[in-house]
Each structure stands twice: as structure tokens, then as C-alpha cells.
Nanobody
Framework: QVQPVESGGGLVQAGGSLRLSCVAA????????MGWFRETPGEEREFVAA????????YYADSVKGRFTISREHAENTVYLQMNSLKPEDTAVYFC?????????????????WGQGTQVTVSS
């Protein structure tokens, strides 16, 4: 079992950067793909980015491609989301999730373990 815990959210001006971290306690961290999703009030939780079990393959939503980078450090049981060139429409609660599979996917139902979320607010 894996329990993700996010950190690194905050308030930033448009054009700025933030790095989110997700520590996923559990001895099987290295076996699973990891993903980031985000949610705004009244909207469904949407896929942002995912990385496969060994960090060699990544997958991004079109809306963040070229601006966000997902990576993982097995020694630290941590997944990162580097967010650059932030826009007001990136404002959301960001969730880290551990997949049931080794390959990265965009489907919420493929992720079994979820963190509590961290707020990211981008001002214009």
C-alpha cells in the first residue's frame, strides 16, 4: 500500500513557478506509476501528468505540456511536479496519486491511492 502526501502549493503570480512534492510512504513505491491531477470547485478532477514506475516515461495533459515536468526520486519515495509559466487557469487543488499499474495513464480509475491535495493559486 502507498499513502501519498503532497506539499509545495501556494500563491504565485502569473508567469511564475512552483514545485510540488509528493512523498509516497510504502515499500512498493517503486512498483507503481505516479500521477498528478487537479480539481477546481464544480469541476471534475482532471489529469495533469504521470510518470511510469522507473521514471523513464512521462505523459502530460495538452494544457500543461511544455510548462510542467513530472519526475520521481526512488531513494526519497518522492514524485515532483515542476510548474513553470503558470497561468491563472492553473489555479486548483493538486492531488498526487499512485497507480495500480507500472505504466502511466490519464484515467482516474487506474489510481488507487490519493493524497489530500495542495492548493495552487495563480494571480493575474
Amino acid at each position: 500500500q502507498v499513502q501519498p502526501v503532497e506539499s509545495g502549493g501556494g500563491l504565485v503570480q502569473a508567469g511564475g513557478s512552483l514545485r510540488l512534492s509528493c512523498v509516497a510512504a510504502g515499500r512498493t513505491f517503486s512498483s507503481y506509476a505516479m500521477g498528478w491531477f487537479r480539481e477546481t470547485p464544480g469541476e471534475e478532477r482532471e489529469f495533469v501528468a504521470a510518470v511510469n514506475w522507473n521514471g523513464e516515461r512521462t505523459y502530460y495533459a495538452d494544457s500543461v505540456k511544455g510548462r510542467f515536468t513530472i519526475s520521481r526520486e526512488h531513494a526519497e519515495n518522492t514524485v515532483y511536479l515542476q510548474m513553470n509559466s503558470l497561468k491563472p487557469e492553473d489555479t486548483a487543488v493538486y492531488f498526487c496519486a499512485a497507480s495500480m499499474y507500472g505504466s502511466p495513464t490519464f484515467r482516474r480509475e487506474d489510481y488507487a491511492y490519493w493524497g489530500q491535495g495542495t492548493q495552487v493559486t495563480v494571480s493575474s
